[in-house]
């Protein structure tokens, strides 16, 4: 395991910089081309791309930091955040990689620039090291084993060798407290007090939503598989979020808020990012539309795909 826990994380680390070349070489593009007599990088549709770039990618930094920093002092066990970092790396850099591709236009084709070999070789990483679909398996599974303990039913049926941390406010704020030096997230700067709240929210309906789905299904949790998707996405989100916060903090401590105004909107920036669907998933964990998709995934197979003609 701890073979796989240091290739998932290195893929992580590795995106960072693939992320910042790419960033780089986006505004670059956007700052010389010209549409309709205006620079490419002047319209709304642009600098929304950028602006995800730039967010996703501190948050992808940030998170990579704290990890390192809980493997630096000393966790034996970091599969879940290696899992997570796996995940949000892999995926950041295949959306930035895609998006820079799309400003560059035609040229994002031609083999005189990057564009393209990026894009192909990045996207392996969503495969290496443990499918990103099994990991979140893997981040749900583990997430459900803490609540279960509470619900005799569930139990055995979701032990080893998936490794439990409990509820997630704890987690996050146990290792975030490791890290930082920090006992909870009240402590992060008053700056970042709506982040700070949303980030507390978000995690005490997590706790709800997840014993809901345990009572709800006992030992077969472990089949529900379209609401193991959504709690491993809204636990991946809150640990980025938790990870900007004890940084953008960490960065205000030292330099005080106006030497941190980068920082505080990028921390902003990433809570925007993120809110609509973390509060999309904690809403609504389980879907009457799942039976339907299964459903017709199930008759896709009877039909071996797509069965019908043009008419």
Known sequence: ???????RYGLAAG??????????????????????????????MIKEKISRMVCQLYALESMTYLTTGLIDSGVGDYSLESAIAKI??????????????????????????PYERIVRDSRINLIFEGTNEILRAFIALSGFQGPGKHLKEVQQAIREPIKGFGVLTDFVIHKAKMTFGRPNMDRSHSSLRHETVFFEWAAGELATATERVLRKHGRKVHLMQFAQKRFAEVVIDLYGLASVLT?????IDEKGVEGAQREIAYTAGFR??????????????????DELLKAVADRAYVDGGYPLGIL
């Open 88 to 113: 949000f790396g892999s995926e950041t850099l295949w959306e930035t990689a895609n998006e820079a591709l799309q400003i560059a236009g035609g040229l994002g084709y031609m083999c005189e620039y």
């Open 272 to 289: 925007a990012l993120i809110e609509e669907r973390v509060r999309s998933k904690l809403g609504r964990m389980e879907r009457e539309e």
């Open 1 to 7: 395991m701890q073979v796989l826990n240091s290739g």
């Open 15 to 44: 995106s960072i910089g693939n992320c910042k070349r790419l960033l780089e070489l986006a505004v670059e593009r956007v700052n010389d081309r010209k549409a309709f007599g205006k620079k490419l990088g002047e319209f709304g």
């Open 247 to 251: 940084r953008t903090t960490s960065i």
